[in-house]
C-alpha cells in the first residue's frame, strides 16, 4: 500500500501525540498551526504556520496531504468545510460545528434521551430575571471556551447583571451540579457498529483545569455501563469516525450527566499510551487513515498528572524515573501560568 501523508490541524500538545502514533504506523504528518512555536513540529514530517483563515497557506497545505484531521474543536467551520471539498476532513465539519457550539452541542445529547445539566441561552440583559431556576450556575460563552476560559461561576441575578457583559454574543447558562465525580469515556469508532472503547477514566480538576486521570475509576456498574452506551450512542449518531471523549459528571445522588463532547482525542487520555496496548492517539490514526482495527488490551490500571506552570521545572530537572513512570514533555517554549506544560502517567 502507498504510504498516507496526513495533515493535522493545530499543534499544540496532543498534535504531537497524534504525529508520534502515526510516526509508529508509518503514517507522515503535515501540521497546520497559527502559532509558529508550536510545540507538535518537533514531532511532524512537515510543518506549516499559517491563520486557519489563509486561504493561501492552507491550499498550500492541502495539496501536500491525503486526508486532514484536527486537534482542537475550534477551527473555523468555513476552513474545515472548504477543505472538505478537496481532501476528506474527519471527524466530519458538520460534527466539529455542532460541537464547538455549547448550545448546539446541549441540544443534540437531549435529543438521544441523554440527560446533561439544564441550561438556558440568554441573549439579552432583559432576559436575567427569569433565570432563577438555573442558579446557582455557571455562565459559558458558547463557543471558543477550554480549560476553564470563558467562565463565570454566578450565585444570584444580581450577580448576573451586574457582569459588564455582551450578552449578544452568544451565552449559556448552566445549573451548577454538585459534583460527586467526573468520569470520561474515550471512543473510536472505525464505521457502523465498529468501536474501540476504554474504559471509564476518573477525573479530577482544580480551577477548572484537568489535574488528575486515573483507571480504574471509583464508579459503581451502572455508571460504568451508562457511560460506555452514552458514549457509543453518540458516536454512532454523529457517524463519528476517529477518537471521540465524552466528559460526564456525577452528582452526590450517582446521576450521571453528560458535561460535554470533545471532538478530538483528549487530555484525560494520556494514560492510554502506558496503558493499554493501542492509545487513544494510535486509534485515532487507525481509524481516519482507516487501518486495521486491533482489540484493545489493558496492560496496567495507571494514574496521570498534568504539570501545570512551572510545575514542569523539576520533572525537566529530574535525572532518574522509576520503571513505571513516563514523563512526556510538551517542549513549550514559555512557561505559563496554568499552562498544561507536560505530565507523568505511572502504571499502577
Ligand atoms: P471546558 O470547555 O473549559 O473544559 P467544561 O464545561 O468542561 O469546560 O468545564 C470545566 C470544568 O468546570 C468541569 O470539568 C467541571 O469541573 C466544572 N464545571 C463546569 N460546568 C459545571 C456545572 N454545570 N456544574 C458543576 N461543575 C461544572
Ligand atoms: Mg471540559
Avoid at 459559558?140 to 455582551?166: A, M, R, V
Wanted: net charge neutral.
Amino acid at each position: 500500500m502507498s504510504e498516507i501523508t496526513l495533515g493535522i490541524i493545530g499543534g499544540g500538545q496532543l498534535g504531537s501525540m497524534l504525529a508520534i502514533a502515526a510516526k509508529k504506523l508509518n503514517v507522515k504528518t503535515v501540521i497546520f498551526c497559527d502559532d509558529t512555536d508550536a510545540p507538535a513540529q518537533n514531532f511532524c514530517n512537515k510543518f506549516i504556520a499559517g491563520s486557519y483563515d489563509d486561504k493561501e497557506k492552507i491550499s498550500e497545505f492541502i495539496n501536500q496531504v491525503d486526508l486532514v484531521t484536527y486537534e482542537f474543536e475550534n477551527i473555523p467551520f468555513d476552513t474545515l468545510n472548504e477543505i472538505n471539498k478537496l481532501k476528506t476532513v474527519l471527524p466530519k465539519p458538520s460534527i466539529n460545528r455542532l460541537i464547538q457550539h455549547r448550545l448546539a452541542e446541549k441540544d443534540f445529547i437531549n435529543k438521544l434521551n441523554i440527560r446533561t445539566t439544564r441550561y438556558v441561552s440568554i441573549e439579552k440583559k432583559s432576559e436575567i430575571d427569569a433565570l432563577e431556576d438555573f442558579l446557582p450556575g455557571i455562565l459559558k460563552t458558547t463557543t471558543l471556551g477550554y480549560d476553564g476560559k470563558g467562565q463565570f461561576p454566578i450565585n444570584s441575578s444580581e450577580e448576573l447583571s451586574s457582569l459588564n457583559i455582551d450578552f449578544s454574543k452568544g451565552y449559556i447558562l448552566e445549573k451548577l451540579v454538585k459534583l460527586k465525580k467526573e468520569i470520561s469515556i474515550i471512543i473510536t469508532r472505525f464505521s457502523n457498529n465498529k468501536y474501540e472503547i476504554y474504559e471509564p477514566i476518573e477525573n479530577t480538576h482544580e480551577d477548572q483545569i484537568l489535574k488528575y486521570s486515573k483507571i480504574p475509576a471509583e464508579i459503581n456498574d451502572k455508571i460504568f455501563n451508562q457511560s460506555k452506551d452514552w458514549a457509543m450512542l453518540i458516536a454512532e449518531e454523529l457517524k463519528y469516525v476517529g477518537t471521540l471523549c465524552v466528559e460526564f459528571f456525577i452528582d452526590r445522588n450517582d446521576n450521571l450527566y453528560v458535561n460535554e463532547i470533545a471532538p478530538r482525542v483528549h487530555n484525560s487520555g494520556h494514560l492510554t499510551i502506558n496503558a493499554f496496548n493501542v492509545s487513544q492517539f494510535e486509534n485515532h490514526i487507525r481509524a481516519v487513515c482507516s487501518l486495521e482495527q486491533i482489540p484493545l488490551k489493558k496492560i496496567s490500571n495507571a494514574k496521570m498528572i498534568n504539570l501545570l506552570g512551572d510545575q514542569i521545572t523539576h520533572f525537566r530537572n529530574k535525572q532518574k524515573f522509576n520503571d513505571n513512570e513516563f514523563f512526556f514533555d510538551y517542549l513549550k517554549k514559555e512557561i505559563k501560568e496554568k499552562r498544561k506544560m507536560g505530565h507523568v502517567t505511572t502504571l499502577l
